[in-house]
């Protein structure tokens, strides 16, 4: 069984940062990948960043892409999100997920992680 357990958000000015964690547990090897995802209420789940476990390759969404870096401890088994220069636009809730076995990319597509976390809430405030 895998768990992935996020931490990190909370609330922020625009213009402030903030630092998200996803440690994962339990029977991971199979994954290349994690990816952040996000939700703003009442709009749908959309892909922030992605990274692969072995080689650190990144893919990012446009809207984020400059502003939040993605990175991984193997040793830990955790990904961060490092997020700088918030806007209001960036509120909603953060899941991490483990990728699929057999994608060895970064995807920015849902179908390709079959594990998510909890959810972290991340509020910037105008």
């Known amino acids: 069984q895998v768990q992935l357990v996020e931490s990190g958000g909370g609330l922020v000015q625009a213009g402030g940062s903030l630092r998200l964690s996803c440690a994962a547990s339990g029977r991971t090897g199979s994954s290349y990948n994690m990816g952040w995802f996000r939700q703003a209420p009442g709009k749908e789940r959309e892909f922030a960043a992605a990274i692969s476990w072995r080689s650190g390759n990144t893919l990012y969404a446009d809207s984020v892409k400059g502003r939040f870096t993605i990175s991984r401890d193997n040793a830990k088994k955790t990904v961060y999100l490092q997020m700088d220069s918030l806007k209001p636009e960036d509120t909603g809730v953060y899941y991490c997920?483990?990728?699929?076995?057999?994608?060895?990319?970064?995807?920015?597509?849902?179908?390709?992680?079959?594990?998510w976390g909890q959810g972290t809430q991340v509020t910037v405030s105008s």
């Open positions: 997920a483990l990728g699929a076995a057999g994608y060895y990319l970064p995807t920015q597509y849902t179908e390709r992680y079959n594990y």
